[in-house]
């Protein structure tokens, strides 16, 4: 199951400010919301099933109430979480083999990402168009969130996909992960799962995850905001060591979080320039990402490495490349090509980059198109996709790459993003598109990034 926790860090590079701060302030309610679920109102296995409220239907018939004698199947998914898109064909399978049977199917797209609630439906809609032409169910579209508020959180589901089957009675007959309904619901339907020791032992193993995990992520958030309200302002003003101290603060709490670890590295060796202090953390962030095998760890260390608008005026060149060639080969092996899982455009650039400055540039341009190609086939927005595209122009611009997904991306007919000039390493002047932040994965506001960090604003 896709922990929407987990995948923020993947996320946030899609998506701007707006949204970003309305995923935070979502967060706040999620998890005060579930705090504040006592025993007695924790919906599992047999507890009636609330209302569905949503702002709008996309596909299908409208389901206004849930009909006596009728059983439900009401599956949340998001666009951007491949596990939910891979559950959609199964359950259009389902739909078909159980219609006699007075099952319909419900998709609840409750977690899209946009600026603007129109954004994320006209978003979703094209998506359902062109990915889904064959959709037997109704697809319902919940901006606000009422439906995770209704139904997520007091069952203390945490990850998407997630699926509900509500019986004829109408009270739960299955809490789970989608793809544990399609061997529960044989036995939902004969009414022998939700009295079954199976039934009773998923339920208490989701709730005391969802329990768990929402407990920890309130308490990050109460160490992090408070140091993101000082360091925002000591990044605008370039008060280097107000945010050094801000980071530094931070981890002594988060030892392991990824985003912090990477902006230490960032603010000793590219804003302080203090290579005895920062080296050392850039090596240790190189070991921990490879023993980690995480992608997300090693895309931001090899950022540190190989970013065009970085200067590597002091750093050691054998040491620099020797990490850069550990990094792109586990990212590779990690991420492979071949493989249509992963996010290319999250590492890909700084490999291609990384090829490119050791003369393998075929190397390099085969990498920055699969990247494309990648996010081309990425269920988002065109302005999200385009701002995370032009981080890869930057590489393209340098190469010659020559993509049609960056053509209809980066640069649609009549809507040019905002260019600046600054120069490359040979010191000649290059064009370059507003970039997006690939390095703090926190939070792109369409112009800059929020942090400001060296070479990541226009």
């Known amino acids: 199951m896709r922990n929407i926790n987990e995948r923020w860090l993947a996320r946030d590079l899609l998506f701007s400010r707006q949204s970003q701060v309305k995923r935070i302030r979502a967060m706040t309610s999620v998890t005060e919301s579930a705090s504040q679920v006592g025993?007695?109102?924790?919906?599992?296995?047999?507890?009636?099933?609330?209302?569905?409220?949503?702002?709008?239907?996309?596909?299908?018939?409208?389901?206004?109430?849930?009909?006596?004698?009728?059983?439900?199947?009401?599956?949340?998914?998001?666009?951007?979480?491949?596990?939910?898109?891979?559950?959609?064909?199964?359950?259009?399978?389902?739909?078909?083999?159980?219609?006699?049977?007075?099952?319909?199917?419900?998709?609840?797209?409750?977690?899209?990402?946009?600026?603007?609630?129109?954004?994320?439906?006209?978003?979703?809609?094209?998506?359902?168009?062109?990915?889904?032409?064959?959709?037997?169910?109704?697809?319902?579209?919940?901006?606000?969130?009422?439906?995770?508020?209704?139904?997520?959180?007091?069952?203390?589901?945490?990850?998407?996909?997630?699926?509900?089957?509500?019986?004829?009675?109408?009270?739960?007959?299955?809490?789970?992960?989608?793809?544990?309904?399609?061997?529960?619901?044989?036995?939902?339907?004969?009414?022998?799962?939700?009295?079954?020791?199976?039934?009773?032992?998923?339920?208490?193993?989701?709730?005391?995850t969802g329990r768990r995990r929402k407990r920890e992520l309130s308490q990050?958030?109460?160490?992090?905001?408070?140091i993101f309200a000082g360091l925002e302002p000591a990044m605008k003003s370039k008060d280097w060591p107000a945010a050094l101290s801000a980071v530094e603060?931070?981890?002594?709490?988060?030892?392991?979080?990824?985003?912090?670890?990477?902006?230490?590295?960032?603010?000793?060796?590219?804003?302080?320039?203090?290579?005895?202090?920062?080296?050392?953390?850039?090596?240790?962030?190189?070991?921990?990402?490879?023993?980690?095998?995480?992608?997300?760890?090693?895309?931001?260390?090899?950022?540190?490495?190989?970013?065009?608008?970085?200067?590597?005026?002091?750093?050691?060149?054998?040491?620099?490349?020797?990490?850069?060639k550990d990094l792109s080969e586990h990212i590779l092996a990690a991420n492979p090509p071949q493989d249509s899982e992963g996010a290319k455009f999250l590492s890909y650039g700084a490999v291609a980059q990384y090829y490119y400055e050791t003369g393998k540039r075929d190397r390099a341009i085969e990498l920055v198109e699969l990247a494309l190609k990648w996010l081309d086939a990425t269920p988002a927005s065109v302005r999200a996709k385009r701002m995370s595209c032009s981080a890869l122009c930057r590489r393209w611009r340098v190469t010659g790459v020559r993509s049609s997904v960056t053509r209809s991306v980066v640069q649609p007919p009549k809507t040019r993003l905002p260019r600046n000039r600054n120069r490359d390493r040979q010191g000649r002047q290059r064009e370059q598109c507003c970039l997006p932040c690939l390095f703090c994965l926190v939070v792109w506001d369409g112009n800059r990034c929020l942090l400001g960090m060296s070479g990541h604003s226009p």
């Open 249 to 324: 603060e931070t981890l002594a709490s988060m030892p392991d979080e990824v985003t912090f670890r990477g902006l230490h590295a960032e603010l000793l060796l590219h804003n302080i320039r203090d290579m005895g202090a920062g080296l050392p953390l850039l090596r240790q962030l190189v070991r921990d990402a490879i023993d980690k095998k995480s992608v997300v760890w090693m895309s931001v260390a090899i950022r540190q490495l190989f970013d065009p608008a970085k200067d590597y005026s002091g750093f050691p060149d054998a040491e620099r490349f020797a990490m850069g």
């Open 39 to 208: 025993a007695a109102n924790v919906l599992s296995v047999g507890s009636r099933a609330p209302s569905i409220k949503v702002e709008d239907w996309l596909r299908g018939q409208p389901v206004t109430k849930l009909a006596p004698g009728k059983v439900y199947i009401v599956a949340f998914l998001a666009t951007w979480c491949r596990t939910c898109i891979a559950s959609m064909p199964p359950l259009v399978i389902l739909q078909d083999k159980y219609r006699n049977n007075g099952v319909e199917v419900v998709g609840i797209a409750a977690h899209e990402q946009a600026s603007t609630a129109d954004e994320a439906r006209a978003s979703l809609d094209a998506w359902l168009t062109k990915s889904v032409p064959n959709l037997n169910y109704a697809i319902a579209f919940d901006y606000a969130g009422e439906m995770s508020k209704l139904w997520m959180d007091p069952s203390f589901s945490v990850g998407i996909p997630t699926s509900f089957v509500v019986g004829r009675d109408g009270r739960f007959a299955f809490i789970g992960h989608s793809t544990q309904l399609y061997n529960a619901l044989p036995k939902v339907l004969n009414g022998s799962w939700a009295v079954s020791d199976e039934a009773k032992a998923l339920d208490a193993e989701r709730i005391n």
């Open 220 to 226: 990050k958030r109460a160490l992090v905001e408070p």
